[in-house]
């Protein structure tokens, strides 16, 4: 399904770009060209990328990550459009196979002064938060991100369109993506995971099955987002209409997991605040297959929000702190409706800190996210230090440390996946 | 009446009497604050807007080297105040696409506002002003090197006028905020360009050069094409050549979150 839908990109930019052709070549070349003629640029990596796991996990392999990517970037451009190809090819000797993975491929084109469309698979972001998304629904890559891969992987593309208008009132982004795209959730492939229906960890002996909505056109997703900057502050209203982006229920016979609808009403500002930047972004999630929350299989409707801040504390060296909150909002519903002992807390916090260093002529960046949740009682920290030995090549070392008191909770459901990985990277 | 007449017309075409050749009195030279406002402007405000393609070879003591090639974009929101700042990073290759964005602001009160995009991950982010005497994109340029200290921030006074320069001394109101105890500039007479700043540490040596190595006139501009920067504490030495440079281009408002995420025409092209 994802090969096919790869494919039908593919051929469509590459339509597209034939269709665009002519017309430039008509102006520079008299023999009449082809493709190409157009004035291509070919950039990327490749990249080796070593990890285990620290503590025994019987669910799943010791090697947490093991792979060769080649990352290759072709872009080139007309009188009248972008276009941009990116794609990986992978080796992965955890998985034990190859694979291509497509992650840009679309045509960008300014159809009025005050309007941009980028047609095709594309990587979206936006919102406040810092590795906490509220109002960002687009498609992200938890594996890839508990795992080892670099950060850019946590970001899964769309296949969508985005319309884009400027005006001195506001700005508009409406994307929409004809088949919903959910996130590349944790399966139990890579990651063991608490399965709750079996009550223990599972790994691989419990890979979760679900009822992905796929319909085209009926499936489907849009977002908006309404944005305007006052002074130095930047303000956003959004809105979401679609699906959990992982599974957030089960279906009546408990058999797979469901991405129900959801709804998400949001707004955000982000601004200079003292000596730093402090941003606030709060969102309704209307989960509309079960408004009332009595469905104990259906994720209940929540509010959430988050309040930021960060600022240099040295030369070089800068901190950043979040304050999260999950705030579930039919909770006397949902506790009178579900098994005893199978209740969630009202809420989820979540505090965050974020340490960077440069160092060496900032060759040398070493940083520490972590995430701390006093409800949930787990950590999850992400130390990693990168050397730029020249300008091509880049050298890593890192890792992935989950505590928890509870094996049911998020970051501790997954302290045997603690991992350290290495890499290597060359780029061009 | 005559010589009125062209001492008019002269002051209105910006010409000083000393060029006709006459006995220089001593009090027709400008002031401290003609001097390092006139300086300011050629350095840092020459025309409405600009663009120049900015190629920098960063040497460390061993003689290893490192490259960062990017665009710049200017446009001068007042002249001698508020302006903007568009950098389209095209070396080294990791960094390619990404853009760093200045809403620079003259009121020390208020920080500059700075903006990163990051390509591969379509973000947005918004970074804090912080300390403007970091390096900038890892080479001996500070980050106020390359969009100006703001005159305010230091006393000036003219310590020497030879036939080419104005030697201005600069010391900092708030010395604790800054590595050097003065600075001193030596100005074009003619140009006004700042043509070598030598900084002083607390023992009063000199440990950081910067030199105006090749200035050219540019669509009626004195600019300068290549900088050079040493550090002779660490032997460090940034060389900055820039070249296609123009200036008037017409520049829309392209600092804005709409041309973070798709750089505009003339970053690119």
């Given at each position: 399904m994802i090969l096919t839908k790869t494919q039908a990109i593919l051929t469509l930019i590459a339509l597209a770009a034939a269709l665009a052709s002519p017309a430039l070549a008509q102006d520079n070349d008299p023999n009449g060209g082809v493709l190409w003629d157009l004035p291509?640029?070919?950039?990327?990596?490749?990249?080796?990328?070593?990890?285990?796991?620290?503590?025994?996990?019987?669910?799943?392999?010791?090697?947490?990550?093991?792979?060769?990517?080649?990352?290759?970037?072709?872009?080139?451009?007309?009188?009248?459009?972008?276009?941009?190809?990116?794609?990986?090819?992978?080796?992965?000797?955890?998985?034990?196979?190859?694979?291509?993975?497509?992650?840009?491929a679309y045509m960008f084109t300014v159809p009025r002064d005050y309007m941009d469309v980028k047609i095709g698979r594309q990587i979206l972001t936006w919102g406040t938060g810092d590795l906490?998304?509220?109002?960002?629904?687009?498609?992200?890559?938890?594996?890839?991100?508990?795992?080892?891969?670099?950060?850019?992987?946590?970001?899964?593309?769309?296949?969508?369109?985005?319309?884009?208008?400027?005006?001195?009132?506001?700005?508009?982004?409406?994307?929409?993506?004809?088949?919903?795209?959910?996130?590349?959730?944790?399966?139990?492939?890579?990651?063991?995971?608490?399965?709750?229906?079996?009550?223990?960890?599972?790994?691989?002996?419990?890979?979760?099955?679900?009822?992905?909505?796929?319909?085209?056109?009926?499936?489907?997703?849009?977002?908006?987002?309404?944005?305007?900057?006052?002074?130095?502050?930047?303000?956003?209203?959004?809105?979401?209409?679609?699906?959990?982006?992982?599974?957030?229920?089960?279906?009546?016979?408990?058999?797979?997991?469901?991405?129900?609808?959801?709804?998400?009403y949001g707004a955000s500002i982000r601004g200079t605040v003292g000596k730093g930047i402090g941003n606030l972004e709060a969102g309704y999630y209307d989960s509309a297959d079960d408004r009332s929350g009595k469905n104990p299989l259906i994720n209940n409707s929540e509010i959430r929000y988050l309040a930021g801040y960060s600022q240099e504390i040295g030369k070089d060296f800068t901190m950043g702190l979040q304050y999260y909150v999950e705030h579930m909002l039919n909770y006397s519903e949902h506790k009178k409706n579900i098994p005893v002992g199978l209740e969630r807390d009202r809420q989820r916090r979540l505090i965050t800190v974020r340490l960077t260093k440069l160092l060496m002529k900032q060759d040398l960046a070493c940083s520490v996210f972590t995430y701390f949740s006093p409800t949930d009682e787990d950590v999850y920290m992400r130390p990693n230090v990168r050397y730029k030995a020249s300008d091509n090549l880049t050298l890593e070392v890192g890792g992935n440390i989950f505590f928890g008191e509870h094996p049911d909770t998020f970051f501790g459901q997954f302290r045997n996946n603690t991992n350290i990985y290495t890499a290597v990277r060359y780029s061009f | 009446m005559r010589i009125e007449l062209v001492t008019k017309l002269l002051l209105v075409l910006g010409l000083s009497l000393p060029a006709f050749g006459q006995e220089k009195p001593k009090s027709t030279l400008p002031s401290v604050e003609q001097i390092v406002n006139r300086a300011n402007l050629a350095a840092y405000y020459q025309a409405k807007d600009g663009k120049a393609k900015v190629k920098m070879t960063i040497t460390n003591k061993k003689g290893q080297k490192r490259y960062r090639e990017f665009i710049i974009l200017r446009k001068d929101i007042k002249d001698g105040g508020d302006q903007k700042y568009y950098v389209f990073f095209l070396k080294p290759a990791d960094v390619r696409k990404m853009v760093f964005m200045v809403h620079k602001h003259s009121d020390l009160k208020k920080g500059d506002d700075r903006w990163l995009y990051l390509p591969s991950l379509d973000l947005v982010k918004r970074i804090a002003a912080g300390d403007k005497r970091t390096s900038f994109v890892g080479s001996d340029f500070l980050y106020e090197d390359v969009?100006?200290?703001?005159?305010?921030?230091?006393?000036?006074?003219?310590?020497?006028?030879?036939?080419?320069?104005?030697?201005?001394?600069?010391?900092?109101?708030?010395?604790?905020?800054?590595?050097?105890?003065?600075?001193?500039?030596?100005?074009?007479?003619?140009?006004?360009?700042?043509?070598?700043?030598?900084?002083?540490?607390?023992?009063?040596?000199?440990?950081?050069?910067?030199?105006?190595?090749?200035?050219?006139?540019?669509?009626?501009?004195?600019?300068?094409?290549?900088?050079?920067?040493?550090?002779?504490?660490?032997?460090?030495?940034?060389?900055?050549?820039?070249?296609?440079?123009?200036?008037?281009?017409?520049?829309?408002?392209?600092?804005?979150?709409?041309?973070?995420?798709?750089?505009?025409?003339?970053?690119?092209?």
């Amino acid at each position: 399904m994802i090969l096919t839908k790869t494919q039908a990109i593919l051929t469509l930019i590459a339509l597209a770009a034939a269709l665009a052709s002519p017309a430039l070549a008509q102006d520079n070349d008299p023999n009449g060209g082809v493709l190409w003629d157009l004035p291509v640029e070919l950039h990327g990596f490749y990249e080796m990328r070593a990890g285990y796991r620290l503590r025994n996990d019987k669910h799943e392999k010791d090697m947490s990550i093991m792979e060769n990517r080649l990352q290759l970037e072709l872009s080139t451009f007309t009188e009248w459009a972008d276009f941009k190809g990116k794609g990986d090819i992978v080796g992965d000797l955890v998985e034990e196979q190859g694979d291509f993975d497509l992650r840009e491929a679309y045509m960008f084109t300014v159809p009025r002064d005050y309007m941009d469309v980028k047609i095709g698979r594309q990587i979206l972001t936006w919102g406040t938060g810092d590795l906490i998304f509220i109002n960002d629904l687009f498609p992200k890559d938890w594996q890839s991100f508990f795992i080892g891969r670099d950060p850019e992987y946590l970001k899964a593309p769309s296949d969508a369109a985005k319309v884009s208008f400027f005006t001195k009132a506001g700005n508009l982004d409406i994307v929409y993506t004809p088949q919903f795209d959910p996130d590349r959730f944790l399966s139990g492939r890579r990651l063991s995971y608490w399965n709750s229906s079996l009550g223990r960890l599972a790994g691989q002996d419990a890979i979760i099955h679900t009822d992905k909505p796929d319909r085209w056109f009926r499936d489907s997703e849009i977002a908006a987002r309404l944005y305007k900057t006052v002074g130095s502050y930047e303000l956003a209203l959004y809105g979401y209409r679609g699906f959990w982006k992982s599974p957030a229920g089960l279906n009546s016979t408990r058999s797979q997991a469901v991405f129900p609808d959801l709804n998400v009403y949001g707004a955000s500002i982000r601004g200079t605040v003292g000596k730093g930047i402090g941003n606030l972004e709060a969102g309704y999630y209307d989960s509309a297959d079960d408004r009332s929350g009595k469905n104990p299989l259906i994720n209940n409707s929540e509010i959430r929000y988050l309040a930021g801040y960060s600022q240099e504390i040295g030369k070089d060296f800068t901190m950043g702190l979040q304050y999260y909150v999950e705030h579930m909002l039919n909770y006397s519903e949902h506790k009178k409706n579900i098994p005893v002992g199978l209740e969630r807390d009202r809420q989820r916090r979540l505090i965050t800190v974020r340490l960077t260093k440069l160092l060496m002529k900032q060759d040398l960046a070493c940083s520490v996210f972590t995430y701390f949740s006093p409800t949930d009682e787990d950590v999850y920290m992400r130390p990693n230090v990168r050397y730029k030995a020249s300008d091509n090549l880049t050298l890593e070392v890192g890792g992935n440390i989950f505590f928890g008191e509870h094996p049911d909770t998020f970051f501790g459901q997954f302290r045997n996946n603690t991992n350290i990985y290495t890499a290597v990277r060359y780029s061009f | 009446m005559r010589i009125e007449l062209v001492t008019k017309l002269l002051l209105v075409l910006g010409l000083s009497l000393p060029a006709f050749g006459q006995e220089k009195p001593k009090s027709t030279l400008p002031s401290v604050e003609q001097i390092v406002n006139r300086a300011n402007l050629a350095a840092y405000y020459q025309a409405k807007d600009g663009k120049a393609k900015v190629k920098m070879t960063i040497t460390n003591k061993k003689g290893q080297k490192r490259y960062r090639e990017f665009i710049i974009l200017r446009k001068d929101i007042k002249d001698g105040g508020d302006q903007k700042y568009y950098v389209f990073f095209l070396k080294p290759a990791d960094v390619r696409k990404m853009v760093f964005m200045v809403h620079k602001h003259s009121d020390l009160k208020k920080g500059d506002d700075r903006w990163l995009y990051l390509p591969s991950l379509d973000l947005v982010k918004r970074i804090a002003a912080g300390d403007k005497r970091t390096s900038f994109v890892g080479s001996d340029f500070l980050y106020e090197d390359v969009s100006g200290r703001s005159l305010e921030e230091d006393t000036h006074e003219v310590i020497e006028t030879t036939d080419e320069f104005f030697v201005v001394k600069n010391v900092p109101k708030k010395a604790d905020t800054v590595e050097f105890s003065y600075y001193n500039v030596s100005i074009d007479r003619k140009t006004y360009m700042p043509m070598k700043m030598e900084y002083y540490d607390k023992n009063d040596k000199v440990y950081r050069t910067i030199e105006s190595a090749k200035v050219e006139i540019i669509q009626g501009f004195p600019t300068v094409v290549k900088s050079i920067v040493s550090d002779l504490k660490t032997g460090g030495k940034t060389v900055m050549e820039f070249s296609d440079i123009k200036y008037d281009i017409d520049l829309k408002d392209v600092f804005s979150e709409r041309y973070l995420r798709r750089p505009p025409r003339e970053a690119r092209r």
